[in-house]
Every structure is written in C-alpha cells, then in structure tokens.
C-alpha cells in the first residue's frame, strides 16, 4: 500500500487517506462484491477496471479481485481525479477527488458549478460544493457526500500511524 502510493504520488502521498478508502470500499476483503457489481479491495466497477486497464499499461492485467492490483489503481484513479479538480486546500480537493472515485468527476464538475451560481465557494467540497445535488437522486447524493466525510474524518486517523500525510494531520 506505502510503496504504490509513493510510486504515484511521492513520499508526501496521503497514505492513511487511500488505507481509510479501501476501508471504507471493502473492509479489506480482496474478494468483495457489491450489490451493484462493484469488485474487489477497491471496489471498482467492471467498466471502471477496463477503463484504467487501458489507461495504465503496468495496470493492462485488469484484476480487480488482485489486491497489488487494486492498490495500485485505487491510487493512480484518484491520483488522475486529483489532477483534474482544484480547490482551496488539500483537504477540499482531497474530498473532491474521493466524491469524484465514488460517483464521477462529471458529478464534481456539475456539482462546483451549481454551487458557484448558487453563490457558495466551488473551491471548498465541505458547507458549500458537498451541500448542492445537479441531479443525482436523493439516495446515490446522500452516499456520495457521506464518502468523502467518512474516509476523510472517521477512518483516515486510525491509519495516521502508516506515513505520508493527510487531511486529518494537516488541517
């Protein structure tokens, strides 16, 4: 887990942010399922998996059920969401990223615009971008917003012992 997440995004990688995601994705178990179909430690989706296949060569295998494997697009997935958002700080891009990996980036963007013609920050995910929907129904919304709070304040602290950085150190 250390070492993928150094590879990608270097020694300052937020280690206890992507251990709290697989957490929060499959409670550790390599052999998961979802009921939507989602697999595996980090619970991609089967159209998700052939995407970073393809994207990725050293990720060209597609074995969402393989835990190396897993990690390593578990990271590089939110590190090409991270590339894509800005925001205030690490910590609200950091939220953006996780709301992108669990309902899409197209849903970030929609949702940044809502709320900056709503008048709110689109640079902050927590009180402004995370409080407006574009659309999702109310169900699949409510999740997406729970995401990134639980990784990001319930479960990273209990992986600050593992390295890197993260929100929760940070601020």
């Known amino acids: 887990m250390i070492r993928n997440a150094r590879l990608e995004w270097g020694l300052s990688a ?7 995601q697989l957490h929060q994705e499959s409670g550790w178990r390599p052999d998961a399922i979802s ?3 989602a697999q595996g430690l980090a619970q991609f989706m089967p ?7 393809q994207l990725i060569p050293m990720l060209s295998s597609r074995e969402p059920f393989n835990p190396a494997w897993a990690i390593r697009a578990l990271v590089s997935y939110d590190r090409w969401l991270w590339q894509r958002v800005s925001a205030a700080s690490d ?13 899409g980036l197209g849903w970030v963007q929609r949702d940044r615009r809502l709320a900056s013609q ?10 402004h971008v995370a ?6 129904n109310a169900a699949s919304w409510r999740e997406n917003r729970h995401y990134p709070q639980r990784i ?14 993260s929100c929760v150190a940070s601020g």
């Open 91 to 103: 910590c609200e891009r950091m939220a953006m990223t996780l709301s992108g990996y669990n309902g």
């Open 118 to 127: 709503k008048g709110l920050d689109s640079t902050r995910w927590f009180g």
């Open 131 to 136: 409080t407006v929907n574009a659309g999702r």
């Open 14 to 20: 937020p280690v206890a942010d992507f251990a709290a």
């Open 152 to 165: 990001l304040r319930e479960l990273a602290p209990r992986y600050l012992t593992w390295g890197g950085s």
């Open 35 to 37: 009921p939507a179909g």
């Open 47 to 53: 159209a998700t998996a052939d995407w970073i296949s």
